[in-house]
């Protein structure tokens, strides 16, 4: 019997390609795998019969190997085709911001192309058509809940609308920039959230085992612990590692304090940076081992354990740690803020956000000046409070970082003499998780 030829590593994989509805008409779609990216084209057809019959030649034309793109020229300006805008923009605009931001823009627009349905670029750049679209999304246009949606979110979906057309008219595809009268939000707190207290920290920790398993608390408590005391971001803190290169990484250098390097693409305004390693979160680097300060710090075990079965994945990402630890919030009966019965929003419990704030709330309790904690948070404002906006350009009113261990030591602040004098404060103070600190 003739042996069968072993397959090439190098085989080609064919993509199935699906027939998905875009309001009006129909949409071939299918992962193209050398560009590793969903390739979208029109059928130009409302016809079922017909989408499929394009999908059935396109299957055919992809099996064999034939460049199955469209060529044909595209009509630019108002009577661009809608899906034509949406693949230009997506191709030259989207790839070139963050993955997250690139997902929530095409969603919001996805949504927008819902409630609207048009069919040329200049359907939805017309003033009467956005208005529409405003005044539907606040009444609750597809929503999930049945519900009208807050101020606040419909204001966020517009300006991605707006920023798709500006584009446009940047691209010469629109005579006009869109003109549109913002819906005004009420001048209220920004904050989703708030500071949880030691207490309710405390009740987070007790629930963590009932969440993730006796086997696999620890490596979450320790998690928490670091949101607790690093007033860092959940995707950051997942990127600080011993001796990674490109993450966020702890140094201590010889005579100065330590600090945290922070890499330009670890944060949200693309800025390399340095800012002080706070004592809290030094006293729990420090509790790992020297020999064990190797890859990364923080590597929450997987839920698995708790069932009895082996783990499926490698590290997780950030966005799923989240979700565990908001379930862990909710398991400990957190709520950070309560339920809105017009929007049918649900209360909201305690996320690793709230942990970042609880931090920034405990360095104010302690003294430290609101400007030096706009610095070590990289935020402009401090919570709810606009007199603690921190202006980049100004650096003689920001305060000094180095004064942060003084100033939990002392209660007051250094003067400018004794800051030039010494660099450092003869003793830093350390933080004990059931003293407090001292």
């Excluded at 079922?48 to 199955?68: F, N, P, S």
């Excluded at 606009?386 to 004064?403: F, N, Q, V, Y």
């Excluded at 602040?413 to 103070?429: E, F, I």
Aim: glycine share 6%; proline share 8%; charged share 30%.
């Amino acid at each position: 019997m003739a042996r069968k030829k072993p397959r090439s590593k190098s085989a080609r994989k064919i993509p199935k390609v699906r027939v998905v509805p875009r309001g009006r008409r129909y949409q071939l779609r299918y992962t193209c795998p050398i560009e590793k990216r969903e390739i979208r084209i029109s059928t130009g057809s409302s016809d079922r019969e017909e989408a499929e019959r394009q999908r059935v030649e396109l299957q055919a034309k992809l099996t064999l190997g034939i460049d199955a793109k469209p060529r044909a020229s595209k009509i630019v300006g108002p009577e661009m085709m809608w899906d034509d805008f949406r693949e230009e923009y997506r191709v030259l605009h989207l790839t070139t911001v963050r993955d997250s931001t690139a997902s929530h823009a095409e969603s919001r627009l996805d949504l927008a192309e819902r409630i609207l349905k048009p069919r040329t670029l200049g359907d939805v750049a017309e003033p009467i058509a956005l208005q529409q679209l405003q005044a539907k999304l606040l009444a609750g246009a597809e929503s999930r809940r049945k519900k009208p949606r807050s101020a606040y979110t419909v204001r966020g979906y517009m300006n991605t609308v707006l920023a798709a057309l500006n584009w446009a008219h940047l691209q010469g595809w629109l005579p006009n920039a869109p003109k549109l009268r913002k819906i005004k939000t009420p001048k209220q707190k920004a904050m989703k959230g708030r500071p949880i207290k030691d207490v309710e920290f405390e009740r987070i920790l007790a629930a963590t085992a009932g969440v993730v398993g006796d086997e696999a608390a620890e490596s979450w408590k320790y998690i928490l612990r670091g949101l607790w005391a690093s007033a860092l971001r959940l995707d950051e803190l997942m990127h600080v590692s011993w001796d990674k290169p490109g993450t966020i990484r702890p140094v201590w250098p010889d005579g100065q304090l330590p600090v945290l390097e922070i890499p330009a693409a670890m944060q949200k305004n693309d800025t390399e940076e340095s800012i002080p390693l706070l004592p809290w979160f030094e006293t729990v680097l420090l509790e790992t081992p020297l020999q064990e300060r190797t890859g990364w710090v923080f590597n929450p075990l997987s839920l698995q354990l708790k069932m009895g079965r082996r783990a499926r994945h490698q590290r997780p990402d950030a966005e799923w740690v989240g979700k565990v630890i908001a379930r862990i919030g909710k398991a400990a009966g957190i709520v950070v803020e309560a339920a809105d019965e017009r929007t049918g929003r649900p209360e909201k419990h305690a996320t690793a956000h709230d942990l970042r704030r609880s931090c920034g709330e405990r360095l104010r309790n302690a003294g430290v000046p609101p400007l030096v904690i706009c610095r070590v948070m990289r935020a402009l404002i401090l919570g709810d409070d606009p007199a603690t906006l921190c202006p980049r350009r100004c650096p003689a009113r920001r305060g000094s970082p180095d004064e942060i261990p003084y100033i939990m030591r002392s209660g007051k602040r250094q003067s400018p003499r004794n800051r030039l004098r010494r660099k450092r404060p003869p003793d830093v103070p350390r933080y004990n998780w059931e003293a407090g600190l001292t």
